[in-house]
């Protein structure tokens, strides 16, 4: 299955014929005009622009021109494409950021730099995050993205005539073009994938190619497509599939909006910013690019988000350009919006310490611990329980020293905390990394309380507030307070116990929490029982129990 995608300055019909016309001959002859100026001679025409081999004689037959010494000003002369004289072309790398490799037609392989030129034959690979820009030798550009495999098949350009002949292999990933307007027959710009074939005359479109086919999105243009006789003209704003191993409706699908990115603050506060914008109707996730080039032309991240946020990797100070689009449930991503901000980088933010991330803290009034930053005065710090630090639980602007003992008990559940630094002009830099950690208290266990039921048969029950979901209790009786003989040791699920066989006279008792991690926490003062001895003979039911506690 082979797709054309053509486009043209031309009606809807007028485009079709023309693709279904490309797609069924191999070649067809088409003259490039030349309009000629004051001192023009055949002779002088024939010498700039016809190749070796072509004799001005042959011009003038086709021309039909009587006198090839005296043409008139504004005349148009009609040189056929295969007559002209061609000459290779380089495209130039503009644009990079990470790490890609070239391999020439004769193997060789070497690391991409930017301002490097490449030739036809050389085949283009990125690595992971990483993504570049080309420029052609008609301006046109092509942004490859990260993992893709791009082969430059045909760079070449008809002599002065203004034309080029760019032809271009996606063995796969993902290519953003913005292709100039190319005047004359001879002008040509064609992206292939091993399920189709893009060819375009001026256009801001996007190919995507793998496994389970192509995807073409026309951003701006007019674009006739086509898979065997099959064809349909994408306006702007609309895209299309061609899957592997059949699949020949190409139906346009409307691509879905630009999202609003209109609350994107301009300053971000963080080195590793987070974004949300209003979702958009149909889009299953969203496509984020972030650049420093406002053309977008190599990337410093590359992003995919199922819900209308994302969190940006660490970025150095600076002016940034972000980039969203939704991407429908059939994987096609819609029209960009985008947003430019800042990163402020100074005073640096220091290195949080403890929480650490994903640790487990056992108090409900956590302590914040970060190193010195040069630079700091004082720092500030926030707490809260969203990632996007939306309504903080907890905060601070004037904290001098590297460390805070968060003021109000935290219920648990999970939080996030950050640091940032404050210099002594009182310039607030950006906060640090965000760092998640849980609330997920081990309280000791202070008010052991008979059940409310009294004594029960064969023995008597104990209770005591229940700690966090999951968690066990160890509880220990004694006759002597320093517990160094145990009566009862006994690890148990709920916060319950009931002991059996108990002697008369004074008791020690107390438990403790033992977490899901099996962390335990601490043990509270003993408390002091004194049971009568007639509660050992009659047990439970016969009368009220005399229990005394007492810390």
């Known amino acids: 299955m082979a797709i054309t995608t053509l486009v043209r300055g031309m009606g809807f019909r007028a485009g079709l014929l023309l693709v279904l016309a490309l797609a069924c001959v191999p070649a067809f002859a088409e003259d490039w005009v030349y309009r000629v100026r004051p001192g023009d001679t055949l002779w002088d025409l024939g010498g700039a622009y016809l190749k070796p081999g072509v004799d001005w004689h042959r011009l003038q037959q086709h021309n039909r021109i009587a006198d090839p010494y005296r043409l008139a000003p504004g005349t148009r002369l009609r040189i056929p494409l295969t007559w002209l004289r061609q000459q290779p072309a380089r495209a130039r790398v503009v ?5 890609a490799t070239t391999v020439t037609s004769a193997g060789t392989s070497q690391a991409v730099n930017e301002g490097m030129e490449l030739g036809a034959g050389s085949r283009l690979l990125t690595a992971a995050g990483a993504s570049l ?5 008609d301006g046109s550009r092509l942004r490859l993205r990260e993992g893709s495999e791009l082969v430059l098949d045909r760079l070449t350009r008809y002599g002065r005539t203004g034309m080029v002949d760019t032809r271009l292999r996606l063995q796969r990933g993902h290519v953003h073009n913005e292709v100039r307007h190319l005047r004359g027959p001879g002008s040509r710009f064609i992206v292939d994938t091993p399920t189709a074939s893009s060819a375009v005359r001026g256009t801001r479109f996007r190919i995507h190619s793998g496994d389970q086919g192509t995807q073409a999105e026309v951003l701006d243009g007019r674009v006739a497509v086509t898979v065997g006789r099959h064809a349909t003209l994408l306006k702007p704003g609309f895209g299309t599939h061609a899957q592997t191993g059949g699949g020949d409706s190409l139906q346009p699908i409307a691509l879905l909006p630009a999202p609003d990115l209109s609350s994107i603050a ?13 979702a958009v109707a149909g889009a299953a996730g969203y496509r984020v690019l972030i650049s420093p080039h406002p053309d977008f032309a190599a990337l410093v991240a590359d992003l995919a988000s199922g819900t209308p946020s994302v969190t940006a990797p660490v970025l150095e100070p600076g002016q940034y350009h972000l980039r969203v689009s939704a991407i429908d449930g059939g994987g096609l991503e819609g029209r960009d919006a985008d947003a430019a901000f800042a990163i402020e980088g100074r005073p640096v933010p220091p290195y949080a310490i403890t929480p650490s991330a994903g640790g487990l803290v056992r108090q409900n009034r956590p302590a914040l611990r970060w190193t010195q930053a040069p630079e700091a005065h004082r720092y500030r710090y926030e707490v809260a329980d969203n990632p996007e630090f939306r309504a903080p639980v907890a905060r601070g602007d004037e904290v001098r020293g590297e460390a805070i003992t968060v003021a109000e008990p935290l219920p648990p559940g999970a939080y996030y905390w950050r640091v940032g630094s404050i210099d002594a002009q009182g ?3 950006p906060f640090g990394d965000a760092i998640e950690f849980t609330v997920r208290p081990l309280d000791p266990i202070d008010d052991i309380d008979l059940d409310k039921d ?7 029950s104990f209770h005591w ?26 690890v148990v699920e709920q916060p ?8 008369g006279g004074t008791w020690y008792l107390r438990a403790q929490a033992i977490d899901t991690d099996g962390e335990t926490g601490e043990f509270a003062p003993a408390q002091k029982v004194k049971l009568p001895c007639r509660l050992c003979r009659i047990g439970a039911g016969a009368g009220a129990v005399l229990l005394l506690l007492s810390l």
Do not use: C, N
Request: hydrophobic share 35%.
């Open 427 to 429: 310039k607030k830099g």
């Open 95 to 99: 644009a990079l950021i990470g790490k």
């Open 133 to 137: 820009s080309l420029q052609f030798a």
């Open 465 to 490: 507030r229940a700690g966090q979901p999951g968690q066990r209790y160890r509880f220990q009786m004694s006759r002597s307070p320093s517990f160094d003989k145990l009566r009862v040791d006994e």
């Open 496 to 503: 319950e116990i009931t002991v059996s066989k108990l002697a």
């Open 454 to 460: 009294g004594a029960r048969a064969g023995g008597i």
């Open 266 to 278: 301009a300053h971000q506060d963080s080195v590793r910013p987070q974004f949300a914008w209003p």
